[in-house]
């Protein structure tokens, strides 16, 4: 099934097969809609992936591409932060093949880069969807570039060189790595499998939800806190919440709190300003360097996601990351340091708000990627 891409501003359709990463007006390419189906019953369960809720990804009934990619990624523990917050849910989604919870976006993504015929793919990331396109892509034989801005975690440019990939370190800002990369995709006929531009990823992300729903047997939180740099989880997380709505599954969207860093929050400035586009900012320099992200592609889909749910952006003070990221160690759970962040503005927020219901936050990347 190639489900035609729709751009989110003028509404062209375009064909995967021809490798379009954006439109020709501009605007990021959205999926068109295709038809999902979904129940607590249609789950396949004897498939230890998130290729169990098959009903709502974009494969051929039958297709069995996908298995030749899929690593087991998904079905990550929920459990409670600790004791004393039995309201606090952190879902461990560092527990997958690369650590983090980017092998949900990449296992679609690559499976679909496959079908489309992709020969070679084209990655610019902060580290950790980089990781996750280059196992995916080579574990199926497709060759792999990924671009990675300079001062990214030696551990992760280590990861990806391991599964094969080329690694290209730009200088300068995620920005300027982010450009390098669309150089290369333009010079040649090779699939860019960007985390932030291709909509098949968001379908990977949205899993997220899926699997809290089953694992809450049919029921959703009240609030989902979740961490912004592009947007990957936030979006995939909401698309997935609609289609829950839309199954009559839930009767509400719960709340989606996003948190941004200190040092880098164009997207908090945005909302904050009650503008529905996000102006670039300069990175004033953060610990984390997962949501270092300057100038969101997707900002307006992420402002109107959040304020659709009635949710709110936070941000972590930067003198506030790395104790939180301690905290959760001494809990048991090693993460890495813009997971730190999640919690540490969360922490903060949690003080003023005591009206947020069931809560769940996503432990993204493992401690032992980045260091400090
Ligand atoms: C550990 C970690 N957390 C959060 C994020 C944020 O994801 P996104 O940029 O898709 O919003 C990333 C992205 O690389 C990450 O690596
Ligand atoms: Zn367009």
């Known amino acids: 099934m190639a489900v035609h891409y729709i751009c989110s501003e003028c509404g062209t359709r375009y064909s995967p097969y021809d490798f379009p990463y954006i439109c020709s007006c501009g605007g990021m390419l959205d999926l068109d809609d295709f038809h999902r189906e979904f129940s607590m019953d249609s789950i396949i369960r004897d498939e230890w992936s998130l290729f169990r809720y098959l009903g709502v990804l974009p494969f051929d009934e ?6 030749d990619v899929s690593m087991g990624e ?3 523990p929920l459990i409670p932060l600790d004791g004393n917050y039995p309201n606090i849910l952190v879902k461990v989604d560092y527990m997958m093949p690369t650590l983090s919870f980017k092998d949900r976006g990449a296992a679609v993504l690559i499976a679909k880069a496959k079908e489309f015929g992709a020969k070679k793919v084209v990655q610019d990331s902060s580290g950790n969807a980089g990781n996750s396109i280059a196992a995916y892509a080579n574990r199926v034989g497709i060759d792999c570039d990924i671009y990675v801005p300079e001062g990214t ?7 990806i060189q391991s599964h094969g990939a080329n690694v290209h370190i730009v200088p300068g800002t995620r920005e300027d790595t982010a450009n ?8 040649g006929d090779t699939f860019y499998a960007s985390h932030v531009y291709n909509p098949y990823f968001y379908e990977g ?14 029921n959703m939180v009240d609030t989902l806190v979740i961490p912004v740099g592009n947007g990957t989880l936030l979006l995939g997380a909401y698309y997935g919440l609609k289609e829950l709505l839309k199954f009559g599954l839930i ?4 709340k989606i709190i996003g948190v941004q860093a200190e040092g880098c929050s164009p997207i908090y400035n945005a909302f904050r300003a009650g503008r529905d586009y996000v102006e670039e900012v300069i990175n004033t320099g953060t610990m984390a360097e997962g949501i270092a992200i300057a100038a969101p592609k997707r900002g307006n889909q992420i402002l109107k996601a959040i304020r659709d749910t009635h949710g709110d952006i936070i941000i972590a003070p930067e003198d506030s990351i790395l104790k939180a990221q301690r905290e ?4 048991g759970l090693y993460v890495e340091i813009t997971t730190g962040a999640t919690f540490a503005a969360f ?24 260091s400090k």
């Open 205 to 218: 992300t949205k899993t997220y939800v899926y699997e809290i729903f089953e694992q809450l047997h049919g």
């Open 328 to 331: 959760l160690a001494r809990r």
């Open 62 to 67: 039958g297709s069995i591409l996908w298995k």
């Open 251 to 254: 009767k509400k969207l719960p």
């Open 180 to 187: 390098a990369a669309l150089k290369a995709v333009e010079k």
């Open 347 to 370: 922490f903060e927020y949690m003080k003023a708000h005591d009206d947020l219901g069931k809560v769940v936050l996503p432990l993204c990347g493992a401690g032992l990627k980045s």
């Open 153 to 159: 975690s030696p551990k992760k440019i280590d990861m």
């Open 74 to 76: 998904g079905l990550t």
